[in-house]
Structure formats: C-alpha cells, structure tokens
C-alpha cells in the first residue's frame, strides 16, 4: 500500500481558499504593541488579505488543492464573457 498524501493542517487552520482557488490569510503585527501604530494601518490589518500568487501557489501544494489555478479561472471567465457578448451582438 502506498503512502496517502496528507495536507498540511498547521497551513489549512491559517489560510481560507476562496471559490476561484486564491488563498485569504489574517496579516502579522497583529497580536501586541498596537498602541504605536496609527489607526488607518489598525483598520487595515484587522481585514484579511489575498496571498501573493507566487506564494500561494506553494501553499496550496501544502494544502494538496493542485487542480485549483485562480489564474486561469479568471481567463476562462473572461472568454465566457466574450462568447457572450458577440453571440448577442449577432
């Protein structure tokens, strides 16, 4: 018997991944010494961000999600809209 491909759980409990594959985290500097940062970064650092592609790309191996690829949905979709948009044209 083989080995089973498990996913990395310490990366899944840190990271959401959004319908089209792209993975949302919380952002550092967020756990002490805020009284020295200004209210807009506060604000800021309370709202969860999109990871860089380059980055995400490694994390959702981690996670084994190999068949998402954000990239690629948002080209598809935009060839969906295209289609349709000459096909009313016509």
């Known amino acids: 018997m083989g080995y089973k491909m498990k996913p990395n759980k310490g990366v899944a409990k840190r990271l ?6 792209k ?11 805020r009284s020295g940062r200004s209210a807009k970064k506060k604000r800021h650092l ?5 990871l860089d592609e380059g980055h995400a790309r490694r994390f959702r191996g981690l996670m084994r999600l ?3 690829k954000p990239a690629k949905v948002v ?9 349709e948009q000459s096909s009313e044209q016509k």
């Open 46 to 50: 309370g709202r969860a961000s999109v």
């Open 23 to 33: 993975l949302k985290h919380r952002h550092e500097l967020t756990s002490h010494l």
């Open 75 to 83: 080209h598809e979709r935009a060839l969906a809209e295209k289609q």
């Open 66 to 68: 190999h068949g998402l």
């Open 16 to 21: 959401r991944v959004t319908a089209t594959g």
